[in-house]
């Protein structure tokens, strides 16, 4: 049974830097896409940035340019680079993994984020 663990969230000042963690109880190159999402108070669940077939990404317009999704084999774990972060970034962000010939999602429980002065 495949389990992910975020972690590296935290309060942080507008502009700042974070680096969250996803660590899964598996190889990460079993997985056809590993994906953050993030879900604030009052808004829909959104899709920031999505590591496929472990080379190719994929960033929403609100973020791209300034967070970075990457993934190390070694440690079975992807990371989310976040910089220069604003306060419409405050939310819960999640990690999501697909197997390859699967339809399925695994999910961890999320870490929050929060960016206020």
């Known amino acids: 049974q495949v389990q992910l663990v975020e972690s590296g969230g935290g309060l942080v000042q507008p502009g700042g830097t974070l680096r969250l963690s996803c660590a899964a109880s598996g190889s990460i190159s079993s997985f056809y896409h590993m994906t953050w999402y993030r879900q604030a108070p009052g808004k829909q669940r959104e899709l920031v940035a999505q590591?496929?077939?472990?080379?190719?990404?994929y960033y929403s317009d609100s973020v791209k340019g300034r967070f970075t999704i990457s993934g190390d084999n070694t440690k079975n774990t992807v990371y989310l680079q976040m910089n220069s972060l604003k306060p419409e970034d405050t939310a819960v962000y999640l990690c999501?993994?697909?197997?390859?010939?699967?339809?399925?999602?695994?999910w961890g429980q999320g870490t929050q984020v929060t960016v206020s002065s």
């Open positions: 590591l496929i077939r472990g080379q190719h990404t």
């Open positions: 999501s993994a697909r197997e390859y010939m699967s339809t399925l999602n695994y």
